[in-house]
């Protein structure tokens, strides 16, 4: 019944994006002249060409652009990439690794294999399946009105599994948003649990804390209520985010921070498809200001 939905959706995004916007925020978006962040960022996925998103949005061919950057020592180890999840070999893999659909949002489209010698051949055989899964996934991006996820070929792959920094529950992501090319506030999220729920942060790029760029009734996302320490990569992820971000009027630039080794994540230009309720609408709205439309870098 999803496939189905999503087959027909596909047709009338403009509708999506409106039905769901109302339903999260019951008003309907401005996007003939879009104001805050999230109206912009709809308004880019209504009238701008995929193309260039479908590339970078890709966690796999992503990579390339990472390198023409001049940035190849910022991307995790990548050990194999697939198209069948009936070639999958876990043989040539080393103990630990993360097993990961290239089109995926990271919401059940990623797994942590900590110890490869713990998997039982019902657990690889499970592996397999769920691969298989992501990859025969159709219309992608269709019910969140994405459209540059239809355009990227499904791909599963292994790359380096990051460790877990003392004291935390999950991997840090420092999700660093840009404006114009330029670098503006870091959105931390830690702490996150298998259902998509975290706590998120916000620090500005001397690493202060803006909680007040926060919304505090969101579902998922709880503020943390204990400051994160100052990252030991924080330049070194300004500097990187400027030089990925370059090309384009908004796009948030996510990575890691090991010890002060700085790790590419990903690339995202539709966060939350446009329908963030982390923020607040003056943070949205500030943030809105920001981008220019007719940027072309």
């Not at 190849?72 to 990961?100: C, G, H, R, T």
């Not at 529950?169 to 840009?178: A, G």
């Not at 998922?220 to 992820?237: C, E, I, S, W």
């Amino acid at each position: 019944m999803k496939t189905i939905l999503a087959a027909v959706l596909c047709h009338f995004p403009a509708e999506v994006i409106y039905m769901r916007y109302f339903l999260r925020f019951k008003r309907l978006p401005n996007l003939k002249h879009p104001q805050d962040l999230n109206e912009k960022i709809l308004w880019q996925k209504l009238y701008a060409d995929p193309t260039r998103w479908s590339q970078l949005a890709d966690k796999v061919r992503v990579r390339d652009y990472v390198k023409e950057r001049g940035l190849s020592k910022a991307l995790p180890n990548l050990y194999q990439v697939w198209d069948k999840a009936e070639d999958i070999s876990l043989d040539q893999l080393p103990d630990s690794f993360m097993f990961k659909s290239n089109n995926g949002d990271g919401k059940g489209t990623n797994v942590a294999i900590p110890d490869k010698q713990n998997l039982s051949e019902q657990d690889i055989r499970r592996l397999k399946e769920k691969a298989d899964r992501w990859l025969k996934q159709k219309n992608i991006g269709a019910l969140s009105a994405e459209p540059h996820y239809k355009y990227i070929r499904p791909l599963v792959f292994a790359e380096e599994l990051l460790p877990v920094p003392k004291g935390e529950k999950s991997i840090v992501d420092y999700k660093l948003w840009c404006f114009d090319g330029e670098p503006y506030v870091f959105v931390v999220f830690s702490n996150r649990k298998s259902g998509g729920e975290a706590e998120i942060a916000c620090y500005d790029l001397q690493w202060k804390e803006r909680t007040d760029l926060l919304a505090t009734d969101s579902k998922h996302y709880q503020v943390r209520k204990t400051p994160l320490p100052r990252p030991k990569g924080l330049k070194t992820m300004i500097d990187y985010a400027r030089q990925l971000a370059k090309p384009f009027p908004q796009v948030r630039v996510d990575m890691y921070d090991i010890e002060g080794k700085v790790y590419f994540g990903e690339l995202t230009f539709t966060s939350l498809g446009g329908l963030m309720n982390y923020f607040t609408p003056q943070a949205l709205a500030d943030m809105g200001s920001k981008v220019d439309l007719n940027y072309m870098g």
